[in-house]
């Protein structure tokens, strides 16, 4: 398993519209991408960070996202609400904890 963080700043005012797009984004691509286990996407709305934390199953899954046309089309969507560039940032699971 192998995760993908990957964080955006929202511009002052954007915090929300970021949020939900990204929200809807996580999901379908949830949906139709049978390497992505799980995806949790949080968010600070002081700060205006909204992060999502992707589980793959392997990293070779998890680059191949960065050529993705549907990837491509979401980050247009969100960059003019964006303060800075998104940050991605690959991590190794350690652990999955979830209560079933």
């Known amino acids: ?17 970021v949020a939900n797009l990204y929200s809807v984004f996580a999901a379908e691509f949830l949906a139709n991408h049978d390497a992505l286990e799980s995806v949790m996407v949080v968010g600070d709305e002081g700060t205006g960070v909204v992060r999502g934390m992707g589980v793959f199953t392997d990293r070779t899954a998890a680059d191949r996202v960065n050529s993705d046309p549907e990837f491509a089309a979401f980050n247009d969507q969100v960059a003019p609400m964006l303060a800075a560039p998104p940050e991605r940032v690959e991590l190794e699971l350690l652990h999955l904890f979830t209560r079933v």
Do not use: D, N, Q
């Open 1 to 17: 398993m192998h995760v993908a963080e990957f964080t955006l700043r929202s511009k002052p005012g954007h915090y929300s519209e």
